[in-house]
């Protein structure tokens, strides 16, 4: 067995403890294409953009996009 307290914390020095884990609401930014509130950083996940560039490819444009033999070629 490894090394055990010798004490039993107390209550209310394991509420001191816990009074630093309280879940924070997170940060919020508006985006700027779509307008819904995304996280800052991250690409929208309505729009697909990040800095003004499409960096996500959404659904609906998958479903416009032409296939065949004179579809453009995929990476
Ligand atoms: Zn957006």
């Known amino acids: 067995m490894g090394a055990l307290p010798k004490r039993k914390k107390s209550k209310s020095r394991a509420m001191m403890r816990l009074s630093h884990s309280a879940v924070k609401a997170p940060a919020l930014v508006e985006c700027p ?3 819904i509130m995304i996280r800052p950083h991250h690409a929208c996940p309505a ?3 990040y800095n003004g560039r499409d960096v996500v ?3 609906e ?3 416009t ?3 065949g033999p004179l579809a453009p070629p995929k990476k």
């Open 47 to 49: 729009c697909g953009k």
């Open 61 to 63: 444009p998958k479903k």
């Open 65 to 67: 996009q032409p296939t």
């Open 57 to 59: 490819s959404q659904k």
């Open 33 to 35: 294409q779509c307008h």
